[in-house]
């Protein structure tokens, strides 16, 4: 959700002098400057219009002496949930799960085995953030903050808990799920859950906002919500995809692009109302815009040394994908969409919350 990423405050800005070096561009205004006054090491970013990628580029350094390129993965932080989301629903649009069955029928975390609570669980719940768990679990381990169904909190654990009932409900690992119901059949090629799926070409470096890299974590174990790489392209084409419904019978793409969780009232409260569309929410693995003519699909990612950005309008196809690899990386969002002339109400709706 872009005011838990975006909305981090002040950064010191330190001088760094890679980021001028020359990247890969096709039909897209040059961001060399923008990064290097931002202090970004490098952005990779896909242009989507009329539901087609029209353009893509990156510019910047992916790494120490290694300047990003198109074909460069970068670690997609929270714009993994959507992927989840999608690979579920596909499953769910085939009848090989259900949206409101108890998950507990066929998974149940250890940590919640004494808490009832448990029983209420559904993959409805975990897609639009309302399952009453945390973001993730403590030392302590998995435990309630609220009851199922009460209220909105952000939760990766939730996410989790979907992946998992998803493996015990078919018999299958959850990344195998993905390769035969998403990344195969979206010939995402540059995009996977684990490390081993993307070294062919090494991942962008993470930078923290002082221009220091940081270590690439190996991935050797899904996660659900977070960590998973993908190419700007690549994520282009699955977000593509998720604006047409595909792999999805008409009643579930009806109940992803439907409001489950009201967050107007949170986010569009005072001086921020002037600038947010009528109505704005969780959906089913996206964060939906609702405009007077349309719904924009929205989601964005933030882990040490990455901010990822992805948004679609379903009425148009206008859309765009901008990784990067910074702790500063929110801070070229409005740039590059501004310099990309992307839709003027999206952007608008980002500048409020930002201000």
Same mark, same amino acid.
């Given at each position: @959700?872009l005011?838990? #990423?975006? +909305? $981090? ?6 001088? +760094? ?5 020359? %990247? ?5 205004p040059?961001m ?8 970004v090491?490098s ?13 893509? %580029?990156?510019?910047? @350094?992916?790494?120490?002496n ?7 993965p ?11 989301a ?14 409101d ?18 029983m209420?669980l559904?993959?409805? @719940? ?11 679990? =403590? ?5 309630? =903050? ?25 018999g ?5 799920l ?19 799926q ?12 002082? #221009? &220091? ?21 690549d ?16 009643? $579930? ?7 489950q969780? =009201? ?17 704005? %929410? ?8 609702g405009?007077?003519? %349309?719904?924009?699909m929205l989601?964005?990612? &933030? ?19 901008i990784?990067t ?8 969002i ?10 003027? &109400? ?7 919350? @930002?201000?």
């Amino acid at each position: @959700m872009l005011n838990r #990423g975006v +909305c $981090v405050g002040a950064v010191a800005l330190v001088a +760094c002098a890679s980021v001028a070096d020359a %990247g890969t561009h096709t039909g897209l205004p040059d961001m060399t400057t923008t990064l290097r006054e931002q202090r970004v090491e490098s952005a990779s970013v896909a242009v989507i219009r009329a539901g087609q990628i029209v353009s893509t %580029g990156a510019w910047g @350094m992916a790494g120490p002496n290694r300047p990003a390129t198109a074909s460069t993965p970068y670690n997609l932080a929270s714009l993994t949930k959507p992927l989840t989301a999608e690979v579920i629903l596909r499953l769910v649009s085939a009848g090989r799960l259900s949206l409101d069955e108890p998950m507990d029928r066929y998974w149940s975390d250890p940590d919640l085995s004494r808490d009832p609570r448990r029983m209420k669980l559904t993959v409805r @719940m975990a897609l639009s953030h309302q399952t009453g768990l945390p973001n993730w679990r =403590d030392a302590k381990g998995l435990a309630f =903050d609220h009851d199922p169904g009460t209220t909105i909190g952000y939760s990766g654990e939730g996410y989790q808990y979907a992946a998992r009932y998803a493996e015990h409900r078919t018999g299958h690992l959850f990344e195998k799920l993905a390769a035969r119901w998403l990344f195969a059949p979206a010939h995402l090629r540059a995009s996977g859950y684990v490390s081993g799926q993307g070294e062919t070409v090494p991942m962008a470096v993470p930078y923290d906002a002082a #221009g &220091k890299p940081l270590p690439v974590e190996r991935v050797t174990r899904y996660n659900a919500a977070d960590l998973a790489h993908a190419t700007a392209r690549d994520y282009a084409r699955f977000l593509i995809n998720a604006r047409n419904d595909k792999g999805m019978v008409a009643s $579930v793409a009806a109940e992803r692009s439907r409001l489950q969780a =009201d967050l107007t009232p949170q986010i569009c409260a005072g001086s921020k109302a002037a600038s947010c569309p009528p109505w704005t %929410g969780f959906g089913l693995g996206w964060q939906l815009l609702g405009f007077p003519d %349309g719904t924009t699909m929205l989601h964005t990612g &933030k882990d040490a040394g990455a901010f990822t950005f992805a948004a679609i309008d379903r009425a148009s196809g206008d859309g765009v994908v901008i990784l990067t690899n910074s702790d500063n990386g929110w801070r070229v969002i409005l740039p590059i969409l501004e310099r990309t002339v992307s839709d003027p &109400k999206l952007i608008a709706f980002l500048r409020g919350q @930002m201000n």
